[in-house]
C-alpha cells in the first residue's frame, strides 16, 4: 500500500492518491494538529470517507507514538532514545506547551453519521484501509438486544423498562456474561458494524448491546450517528466526555435539520387525551387498593401494596395539570386560513405556565409523570 507524507505524518492509503485527495487530507491533518475546527468539502466520488478515516487514524497512530516517546524520555532524564529522530521532530503534540493537559491521552475519535447503513459502509471502508484500530459502535437497545423476551415487547419505552428490570436483577443470562466474555478475541479484535456485533453476541450468548459500552472505554475510534452526540440526554446515558475528543460529522450538511429535530416536539390533542386516559386507569387502580386496604385493617389482613409512591391526592393533580394544559391549547385562536401560528420560543412557557407547568414546578412534575409511566409499564 503506498505511504504518503503529508504535514509530517505518514499514511498508509489503500491506492495512490489523487491531488484532491492529498488536499484534503492535508487539511483535516491541519485541523487536527492545530486543534481547530474545520468544514471540509469535496467533490462527490473522490473518496471523503476513506481520506477522513486514513489521515484522522494515521494522525492518532503518530500521537500514540509521539506521547511514547516523550515518556521513555522522561524516564531517561531527558535522553534520546533514536538519535536519527529527536523528541523535538514530533511535533507540537507533545513538546508544545499550547496543548491542554488531558491531551496527555491519545484522544478517542468519534465519527458520526446520519444513520447506521451509513455507519455500516464507513466500517466497510475502514476494513478496506491496514488501520486496525479498537473499534466501538454504538447502537439502541431496539437495534442491539438479542434476549426474547425484551425484544418482544411493543415499544421502545417498554423495552428499555424490562431491560432494566432483568439487569438490576441480574435476570439476564446475556448481560450476565459481558464481563466474562468481553476479552474473548473475536469479540473486541476485529472491526465489527451493527450486524457483527449481533451476530457475535448470539453466537456467545452476550449481549451486544452492554457490549459495545463495555469496548467503548478502549475503543480508538467510536462509530455513532448524530443524534447520540447531538442529544444531551443520549450524551449523558452512553456516558460520552467529548472533552478532547476527535469529532468528525459525516455528510454535515444533515446536521443543522437534525439539531431543529432534537430540539422541537409535538403535543397533539390525540396525545393530552391518551395521557388523561391513562391518568384515570391509575386513578381507578389506586382507588380500588385504598378501599381493599381499608377493608383489610377492619379484619386486621395484609395491607395491599400500590406499586406506587403517590397518594389519590397527587395523582388527581397531574390529572388536573393535563386537562388544564388541554384547555389552554384549546383556547389558542387559530387563523381562518388554515395557516397555523408562529410564535416566539418564549411563548410556550406562557401556554405552559396556565397549566402550572413552571421552572419551579417542572422536576416535581417529570418525576410524578416518569413513576407513573413505570407503573403502567409494569
Not at 478517542?108 to 459502535?137: D, F, G, M, W
Request: aromatic share 8%; hydrophobic share 35%.
Amino acid at each position: 500500500m503506498p505511504k504518503i507524507k503529508l504535514n509530517g505524518i505518514t499514511i498508509d492509503f489503500p491506492f495512490p492518491p489523487y491531488k484532491c485527495q492529498e488536499e484534503y487530507m492535508s487539511k483535516v491533518l491541519e485541523c487536527l494538529q492545530k486543534q481547530v475546527n474545520g468544514i471540509l468539502e469535496s467533490p462527490t466520488g473522490t473518496g471523503k470517507t476513506l481520506c477522513l478515516l486514513c489521515s484522522a487514524l494515521a494522525w492518532q497512530g503518530h500521537f500514540k507514538d509521539a506521547v511514547s516517546a516523550q515518556k521513555i524520555a522522561q524516564r531517561l532524564n531527558g535522553a534520546e532514545l533514536f538519535s536519527d529522530q529527536p523528541l523535538s521532530s514530533w511535533g507540537k503534540a507533545v513538546t508544545g506547551t499550547d496543548v491542554p493537559a488531558y491531551y496527555s491521552d491519545v484522544p478517542k475519535i468519534i465519527y458520526a453519521s446520519r444513520t447506521h447503513s451509513q455507519l455500516t459502509q464507513v466500517i466497510s471502508e475502514l476494513k478496506n484501509t491496514v488501520y486496525r484500530p479498537k473499534v466501538c459502535v454504538l447502537g439502541s437497545r431496539d437495534q442491539l438486544c438479542i434476549h426474547p423476551e425484551v425484544k418482544r415487547q411493543e415499544n421502545n419505552h417498554m423495552q428499555i423498562h424490562l431491560c432494566r428490570l432483568k439487569v438490576t436483577a441480574r435476570m439476564c443470562h446475556f448481560y450476565n456474561n459481558v464481563e466474562e466474555k468481553s476479552t474473548e478475541k473475536d469479540l473486541i479484535n476485529p472491526i465489527l458494524d451493527i450486524e457483527d456485533l449481533i451476530k457475535n453476541g448470539n453466537k456467545h450468548r452476550v449481549c451486544p448491546y452492554y457490549l459495545s459500552r463495555n469496548l467503548k472505554q478502549q475503543a480508538d475510534i467510536i462509530f455513532m450517528p448524530y443524534n447520540y452526540l447531538l442529544d444531551s440526554k443520549s450524551r449523558r446515558s452512553h456516558n460520552l466526555d467529548l472533552k478532547g475528543t476527535v469529532v468528525i460529522l459525516d455528510e454535515a450538511h444533515n446536521v443543522e435539520r437534525l439539531c431543529e429535530e432534537l430540539t422541537s416536539f409535538d403535543l397533539t390533542p390525540y396525545d393530552l387525551a391518551s395521557a388523561v386516559d391513562a391518568i384515570n386507569i391509575v386513578l381507578e387502580d389506586q382507588a380500588r387498593k385504598v378501599e381493599q386496604n381499608e377493608i383489610n385493617s377492619e379484619f386486621n389482613m395484609e395491607h395491599v401494596s400500590s406499586g406506587l409512591n403517590m397518594d389519590l391526592e397527587d395523582i388527581a393533580k397531574i390529572k388536573r395539570i393535563l386537562l388544564q394544559l388541554e384547555s389552554a391549547i384549546d383556547a389558542v385562536e387559530l387563523p381562518p386560513s388554515g395557516s397555523g401560528l408562529t410564535k416566539d420560543g418564549s411563548y410556550i412557557f406562557d401556554l405552559f405556565a396556565k397549566a402550572q407547568i413552571t421552572f419551579q414546578t417542572q422536576n416535581s412534575l417529570i418525576e410524578s409523570l416518569e413513576q407513573i409511566v413505570q407503573y403502567l409499564a409494569g
